[in-house]
């Protein structure tokens, strides 16, 4: 289970990398257009985008785990997001309309797909967001892991004819 948390943990450095991609496009964009987060169809984009990650970051999974640990592959990212949280939160709280503190800023960028998030859903970020969404995020991960356990099962099963 360890291998399967620090896969997923590599991985989402990747989706770190690429938020910061998404959100520095975003910036330039911004002040060179009308471009806001506030469209529904932003929304709905890069809802179904970072769907589409996570379902993407299930398939790297090794499933040679025991099936009852699919849904655990998120643990390690969401234990140190909650750390880090917890960090900014007792260095002077997650209002990110202060001036920046360097207690928040590792749980800015650790944290920084949960918040684009909530900022395109226009709900404040908090922990019972990072709380639900990560639990959202460990249920898209096993279900993918599911689905590919079943899918090489299938295979397996037609080739043994």
Do not use: W
């Not at 989402?12 to 520095?24: A, D, P, R, S, W």
């Not at 809802?47 to 785990?65: D, N, Q, R």
């Not at 960028?109 to 395109?120: A, E, H, K, R």
């Amino acid at each position: 289970m360890f291998k399967n948390n620090l896969k997923v943990f590599i991985y989402y450095f990747l989706v770190l990398g690429i938020t910061y991609g998404i959100l520095t496009a975003f910036d330039t964009l911004y002040r060179s257009s009308t471009t806001q987060f506030n469209n529904l169809v932003m929304k709905v984009f890069f809802a179904i985008f970072y769907v589409l990650l996570f379902i993407i970051c299930g398939k790297i999974v090794s499933i040679k785990e025991h099936p009852s640990k699919d849904f655990l592959n998120f643990l390690l990212v969401f234990i140190v997001g909650l750390g880090l949280f917890f960090l900014a939160y007792l260095g002077g709280g997650m209002d990110f309309s202060q001036d920046m503190n360097i207690l928040m800023l590792p749980a800015q960028v650790f944290l920084s797909p949960f918040i684009l998030l909530s900022t395109i859903t226009g709900r404040r970020f908090d922990i019972l967001f990072y709380i639900i969404t990560s639990l959202l995020i460990s249920v898209v991960i096993g279900l993918s892991t599911r689905r590919t356990r079943v899918k090489r099962r299938y295979k397996s099963k037609i080739k043994r004819r």
